[in-house]
């Protein structure tokens, strides 16, 4: 029996799929990439924001239609999970959150009944599965999930409701995995979570993720750590030492901030702190930090002086990387029900001012790269002999690339110098120094 997967989200749900896979093949399911060639379709959904849903709804209504049994697990199979067999009356089985570590049982029961199966707790609480990954895509990074659930309940998100409170893994599964990573060839390791900066304080009563950092930094082989969704609550001074001191972790900090006016932040459930102190203190201790942020401009209530006050702090913070959200309104959250809503083309306009401003200022900040000698980690390499590249400051996906032409034999993965010669608003160019990679 073959099975195939196809998946949407964010990197924690990718994550969720490999080890969906890892337990099927451990089960003796046959994988396959190819969805035409499936018995079975596992469809792996996000319900963050409508579009997410809505592009998950298609996957499983083109599966539906080339006659494939479908399952659906992920977000949109917690939140909605008896609302969906009735709406697409073709899905052979809904699989929740909690239980990841039970698709093949799952599908086992569904073969054995030649009947509907839904296996959806009504009290998420995540269980990390005790397999080995099997991994949709191999290249030079890899993202490795230290928790899942979160402690926080911000005012314009559901994922606490879908994925519970935090779970975090324990130092030395995560060490386990992170070596067998590096043996199958990773050379950057990417530490993922709904808020990586409190890990283990429900495991070990304390903040560990600074514990983590140092014991990843010994791993033999191991290229690079990178940090993504920081809280910036938990952004303490012994993290911040352990950034600078561990040579292993990249001088880069995802931080989504999600606002700067007090009100707007209390509104929005996020810690209302002093943001300017914030980033001077982050920068004082990791003088060569990148740090990237987001921000969400049209929460209910949002007035013109509010989006002002973030849009001049956008401009004094100069952030090397940046991303802005249009708020979306999503039942079942705090700020459903707040009004006023704000209308979608003003929105829309404050998108586009802020995104306007930090186009200028990644101008800048890459501008002022030229002559640096970067790090960089090969992504690929083109037909042509071109190197496509990212720098220790940017994250798959997300950021910016390095772009270089060399003479010498390099492989995706491996780790080269490259002295940066031209620059544009969000890449870098330039030529990898032979002799010093």
């Not at 901030?257 to 982050?282: E, F, T």
């Not at 849009?311 to 009004?339: D, I, N």
């Given at each position: 029996?073959?099975?195939?997967?196809?998946?949407?989200?964010?990197?924690?749900?990718?994550v969720?799929?490999?080890w969906?896979?890892?337990?099927l093949?451990?089960?003796?399911?046959?994988?396959?990439?190819?969805?035409?060639?499936?018995?079975?379709?596992?469809?792996?959904?996000?319900?963050?924001?409508?579009?997410?849903e809505k592009e998950?709804?298609?996957?499983?209504?083109q599966m539906?239609?080339?006659?494939?049994?479908v399952?659906?697990?992920?977000?949109?199979?917690?939140?909605h999970?008896?609302?969906?067999?009735?709406?697409?009356?073709?899905?052979?089985?809904?699989?929740?959150?909690?239980?990841?570590?039970?698709i093949?049982a799952?599908?086992?029961?569904?073969?054995?009944?030649?009947?509907?199966?839904?296996?959806?707790?009504?009290?998420p609480?995540?269980?990390?599965?005790?397999?080995?990954?099997?991994q949709i895509t191999?290249?030079?990074?890899?993202?490795?999930?230290?928790?899942?659930g979160?402690?926080?309940?911000?005012?314009?998100?559901?994922?606490?409701?879908?994925?519970?409170?935090?779970?975090?893994?324990?130092?030395?599964d995560?060490?386990e995995e992170?070596?067998?990573?590096?043996?199958?060839?990773v050379?950057?390791?990417?530490?993922i979570?709904q808020?990586?900066?409190?890990?283990?304080?429900?495991?070990?009563?304390?903040?560990?993720?600074?514990?983590?950092l140092?014991?990843?930094n010994?791993?033999?082989?191991?290229?690079?750590?990178?940090i993504m969704?920081?809280?910036?609550?938990f952004?303490?001074?012994?993290?911040?030492?352990?950034?600078?001191?561990?040579?292993?972790?990249?001088?880069?900090?995802?931080?989504?901030?999600?606002?700067?006016?007090?009100?707007?932040?209390?509104?929005?459930k996020?810690?209302a702190?002093?943001?300017?102190?914030?980033?001077?203190?982050?920068?004082?201790?990791?003088p060569?930090?990148?740090?990237?942020?987001t921000?969400?401009?049209?929460?209910?209530?949002?007035?013109?002086?509010?989006?002002?006050?973030?849009?001049?702090?956008?401009?004094r913070?100069?952030?090397?990387?940046?991303?802005?959200?249009?708020?979306?309104r999503?039942?079942?959250t705090?700020?459903?029900?707040l009004?006023?809503?704000?209308a979608?083309?003003?929105?829309?306009?404050?998108?586009?001012?802020?995104?306007?401003?930090?186009?200028?200022?990644s101008?800048?900040?890459?501008?002022?790269?030229?002559g640096?000698?970067?790090?960089?980690?090969?992504?690929?390499?083109?037909?042509?002999?071109?190197?496509?590249?990212?720098?220790?400051?940017?994250?798959?996906?997300?950021?910016?690339?390095?772009?270089?032409?060399?003479?010498?034999?390099?492989?995706?993965?491996?780790?080269?110098?490259?002295?940066?010669?031209?620059?544009?608003?969000?890449?870098?160019?330039?030529?990898?120094?032979?002799?010093?990679?």
């Amino acid at each position: 029996m073959k099975i195939a997967l196809i998946n949407h989200g964010c990197p924690k749900n990718l994550v969720d799929s490999e080890w969906m896979l890892g337990v099927l093949v451990k089960k003796g399911y046959e994988i396959t990439l190819d969805e035409s060639k499936a018995d079975f379709v596992i469809v792996n959904t996000c319900s963050f924001i409508h579009d997410a849903e809505k592009e998950s709804v298609q996957s499983i209504l083109q599966m539906v239609e080339a006659g494939k049994k479908v399952i659906v697990t992920g977000c949109l199979a917690q939140k909605h999970k008896a609302e969906l067999k009735v709406a697409i009356p073709e899905i052979v089985g809904i699989l929740g959150i909690s239980e990841v570590d039970q698709i093949a049982a799952l599908i086992d029961e569904i073969v054995e009944k030649n009947d509907y199966v839904q296996k959806v707790s009504a009290e998420p609480k995540y269980c990390f599965p005790k397999v080995e990954r099997q991994q949709i895509t191999m290249g030079a990074s890899s993202y490795l999930k230290i928790s899942e659930g979160c402690n926080c309940s911000c005012g314009y998100c559901i994922i606490p409701k879908l994925r519970g409170k935090q779970v975090s893994r324990p130092v030395e599964d995560i060490i386990e995995e992170a070596k067998k990573l590096v043996a199958k060839g990773v050379t950057e390791i990417i530490l993922i979570a709904q808020d990586t900066t409190s890990y283990g304080i429900d495991l070990y009563k304390e903040y560990k993720l600074p514990f983590l950092l140092r014991e990843l930094n010994k791993i033999e082989g191991l290229g690079w750590i990178r940090i993504m969704y920081a809280y910036p609550s938990f952004v303490t001074d012994e993290l911040l030492f352990a950034i600078r001191d561990c040579e292993k972790v990249v001088k880069y900090l995802d931080l989504p901030l999600q606002h700067y006016d007090k009100d707007m932040l209390v509104s929005m459930k996020r810690p209302a702190m002093d943001y300017d102190d914030l980033i001077a203190k982050i920068r004082s201790i990791v003088p060569d930090i990148a740090l990237r942020t987001t921000f969400i401009v049209g929460y209910p209530a949002e007035t013109d002086e509010q989006f002002n006050a973030l849009h001049e702090f956008v401009k004094r913070a100069k952030f090397e990387r940046l991303g802005v959200f249009e708020y979306c309104r999503e039942k079942g959250t705090y700020s459903y029900s707040l009004k006023p809503q704000i209308a979608k083309k003003v929105k829309h306009q404050r998108f586009k001012a802020i995104m306007q401003t930090q186009k200028e200022i990644s101008l800048e900040k890459n501008m002022s790269r030229i002559g640096d000698v970067l790090p960089c980690i090969i992504e690929a390499i083109t037909d042509d002999g071109v190197l496509v590249m990212r720098s220790k400051y940017d994250a798959p996906e997300i950021d910016g690339l390095v772009y270089a032409n060399t003479a010498s034999e390099c492989c995706p993965g491996d780790i080269v110098t490259v002295k940066i010669e031209k620059a544009d608003e969000y890449d870098l160019f330039g030529q990898v120094l032979e002799g010093e990679n």
